[in-house]
């Protein structure tokens, strides 16, 4: 550990000689105190705390004139205090303070200000920052709620008068509260900056910098901090200057490298080496119920490749919902269980699984050959589930189907050769996923996602897999009409799903609770935790004292009760929907009732399904025309577009319908309406990204998507890219030097050990 090495001592300052390494204790104006608050934060190092990075930039330089400010625009001005008070307004104490230029002034309100009262004096400079509005009488500016800054009065302190203003002055995140604000950080960086001149090592080879044309380390972090007069500011606060380039490369290079050298190793591995004979391929066609399209070909060409091969399958199956996934894991199985090795399927959830067995039964049978397929759920009574491992264990089942918990904990596979993971639009699985198996040899391992993520995102989640993307949907399929209809008129609604269903067809009607209001228990086997932060960021009434002011506007108007699918297949099956064969369908019937419903569903004997988002993956009944979602509003675009896609996989022209129940927050409207424009999962993906940040979308936690400190992966998607062409070809770059290529090495290391926790990679 690089804490353990003794400081040199300097002679002169008796502080230890500053560099990155050092622990920010020990930085001139940080203590054992403040070195403790940062450490919450992550900031151990002097390296930690330069890579806390401004968020934006003020120009001070140049800095805009109120005369010349538009209503609408964001911006940021330096004028002084004309006048401030805290008026009394019915529903909260208000502040207010006029700020001039010259002749010209603008009024800046805050909220609940009261917190402000008595902070200024008229003459005092300030730094705003905010979206400037026209004010009410329509002839000057407002800003509500800026952020602001006051700035040095006289030239007590060069340092303040330096760093403050007449520049383009960083803005940071505060590292506690109003302590240690920008100010103060501006000062710490500067003199670490000035501390350090001339020793911050390079981290990246000399010809790749020169290639790609990025600056030295010691340049970027010194001008990411403090840029030079000139810097474009649109740059800046896109942070594309060739200083965020240049650090941003670094930290995706380093992912990048990380997954290329996990790859190889993995490709040293001994795993299986199938044959794809004349016979193995009359067997896959035998079960073929349909013409593959193109992609389905070209994916099943890829994944019989890796199979042939003596290193081990790892590779990612992506393709849209309804773009046949299922029958080219199907045939992958089969080529392994062709050449005499047992295959096993893992899906999210128990009808998944059961779905999943009854369609390969169904496949499966139309081949002269006895395949065996065992079917393992939870569910399954404790002497039938002996009785299941001890059969795969032996030998004696080729094809084993169950849930991944299921599979992954407690089975001893006989000779595994393939395991497909379908993961559906849950990630994680692949980091934590282990099988026991007697052969020393690495099972071939496919894994199915429903979720379009742009390519190089999967790269960058999947690094270490190859990637096969179905980008074609199966001939025949109509468009799917979408609408969004207000709870008013649901009356409407039922009337249509009766029409649907007195034309032989079937329907849906999803709700996102279970029960009633006594437990407003959201579907447990699926809902995805999106809906809860933004309830849970409406501000309380007595905390808004310092909130910002768009989370006022945010504020969703109150809740309608929420219907619950038993209330709601009680209440249909009664009125609405009564003499319709109505079934009800949750994640907390028992397996066996679960599969009773979807067996009579897929047989027809089912009209209409109440349903939670158990039915959200894979489900697959192509007679099924209509899909309602009640609440639509409470819904994530991911889940909307995989219950949009349980209907459309027919012939017949198949509908959606999202209630919307209360007036939805901005969010949402922005979700309904995409759902509403497009059917496209790619267009979907890329806005729901946008809208929740690759944290949420890919539900980092359970993912263990690495957390970045300075990229970001929707905005760098060209340097990710780009980052993993180099590092895919590093180790064999001829120009490097060794020395180089250990400093790389060592870098690495550290690299991940301390931000991905993976101590393999190195
Ligand atoms: P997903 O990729 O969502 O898992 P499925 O594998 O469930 O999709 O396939 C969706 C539907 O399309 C199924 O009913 C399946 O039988 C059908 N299907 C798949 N491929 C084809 C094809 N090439 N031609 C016709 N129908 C197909
Ligand atoms: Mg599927």
């Known amino acids: 550990m690089r804490f353990l090495s003794t400081p040199i001592a300097n002679p002169y ?40 990075l401004p968020f934006r ?21 330096i004028a002084e205090v004309r006048g401030a008070a805290l008026l009394r307004t019915r529903s909260m104490p208000l502040f207010e303070m006029t700020v001039g230029q010259g002749t010209t002034s603008m009024k800046c309100l805050w909220f609940h200000g009261s917190w402000l009262e008595g902070k200024f004096h008229t003459g005092q400079m300030l730094a705003l920052y905010g979206k400037v509005e026209a004010s009410r009488s329509g002839r000057g500016l407002k800003m509500i709620q800026p952020q602001i800054e006051v700035l040095p009065e006289g030239s007590d302190d060069a340092l303040d008068q330096l760093l403050e203003v007449g520049r383009i002055t960083p803005v940071y995140e505060s590292l506690s509260g109003s302590r240690l604000a920008s100010r103060w950080i501006r000062r710490i960086v500067w003199n670490v900056l000035a501390e350090l001149q001339g020793s911050i090592s390079e981290t990246l080879p000399a010809s790749l910098r020169a290639r790609l044309d990025l600056c030295s380390r010691e340049e970027a972090l010194r001008t990411i901090h403090f840029p030079p007069a000139g810097t474009s500011m649109t740059q800046l606060q896109s942070a594309a200057t060739p200083a965020h380039r240049r650090l941003i490369f670094e930290e995706l290079f380093y992912l990048e490298l990380g997954l290329e050298i996990k790859r190889r190793r993995f490709q040293e591995k001994a795993g299986v080496s199938f044959e794809t004979s004349d016979q193995v391929r009359a067997a896959l066609r035998s079960i073929l119920p349909f013409h593959p399209t193109a992609a389905q070909k070209r994916a099943l060409g890829e994944i019989a490749g890796d199979m042939r091969r003596p290193a081990p399958m790892r590779r990612l199956l992506q393709g849209d919902v309804g773009s046949g996934k299922t029958i080219v894991a199907l045939q992958a199985m089969l080529i392994a269980i062709e050449n005499g090795y047992q295959a096993a399927l893992m899906a999210p959830t128990e009808i998944l699984a059961t779905q ?42 080729d094809l084993v189907i169950g849930t991944h918990a299921l599979i992954e904990e407690r089975v001893e596979f006989g000779k595994l050769g393939l395991v497909v993971v379908d993961e ?100 447990l086997d699926f809902a995805l935790p999106e809906e809860a932060p933004e309830e849970e960021s409406v501000p309380k009434k007595r905390a808004l004292k310092k909130v910002k002011t768009e989370a006022l506007f945010e504020r969703p108007s109150p809740r309608l009760p929420l219907k619950s699918a038993s209330d709601m297949y009680e209440r249909l099956r009664a009125s609405e929907l009564s003499g319709l064969r109505v079934g009800l369908l949750h994640g907390r019937l028992s397996a066996d009732d679960k599969e009773v419903v979807m067996r009579r569903f897929q047989r027809g004997e089912i009209d209409v399904l109440i349903a939670t988002t158990v039915i959200e993956v894979g489900v697959d009944v192509p007679n099924a025309t209509v899909m309602v979602i009640e609440h639509a509003e409470r819904f994530g675009l991911a889940q909307l577009h995989q219950l949009r896609g349980r209907v459309g996989r027919g012939a017949a022209k198949s509908y959606c319908i999202l209630l919307t129940g209360s007036r939805p927050t901005p969010h949402a409207e922005e979700r309904l309406a995409a759902m509403v424009r497009t059917q496209d999962g790619f267009e979907l993906a890329e806005l729901d990204l946008a809208l929740r940040g690759p944290g949420e979308f890919f539900g980092t936690r359970q993912a263990g998507l690495p957390g970045f400190r300075i990229a970001s992966l929707v905005r760098d998607r060209k340097l990710l890219e780009l980052a993993r062409e180099e590092a895919s070809r590093f180790p064999e770059l001829p120009e490097v030097t060794a020395a180089e290529k250990a400093m790389v090495r060592a870098r690495l290391k550290e690299a991940w050990q301390r931000r991905y926790g993976l101590a393999e990679a190195g």
């Open 356 to 397: 999943h067995y009854l369609s390969a039964r169904r496949v499966l049978e139309k081949s002269p050959k006895k395949y065996r397929i065992t079917l393992l759920t939870g569910s399954l009574d404790d002497d039938l589930k002996r009785a299941a491992r001890r059969r795969i264990f032996q030998g004696e089942t």
């Open 424 to 523: 559906q639009h849950r990630f994680g699985v692949l980091q934590r996923f282990r099988l026991m198996k007697k052969d020393g040899r690495e099972p071939d391992v496919l894994v199915m996602t429903a979720t379009p993520i742009p390519r190089t995102l999967a790269l960058s989640l999947y690094g270490d897999l190859d990637l096969s993307v179905l980008d074609e949907l199966p001939p025949g399929r109509t468009s799917i009409l979408t609408r969004q209809v207000a709870d008013e008129r649901s009356g409407e609604i039922w009337t249509f799903v009766r029409q649907q269903v007195a034309k032989g067809h079937q329907a849906y009607v999803v709700y996102p609770v279970i029960e009633g209001p006594k437990d407003d228990q959201p579907e």
């Open 13 to 52: 300052t008796l502080l230890p000689v500053l560099t990155l390494e050092t622990p920010v204790q020990f930085v001139k104006g940080i203590g054992p105190a403040i070195a403790k608050t940062l450490a919450e934060k992550s900031i151990l190092t002097v390296e930690d705390l330069l890579l806390h």
């Open 57 to 77: 930039y003020e120009d001070r330089l140049n800095p805009r004139s109120l005369a010349e400010l538009q209503p609408g625009e964001t911006a940021s001005v």
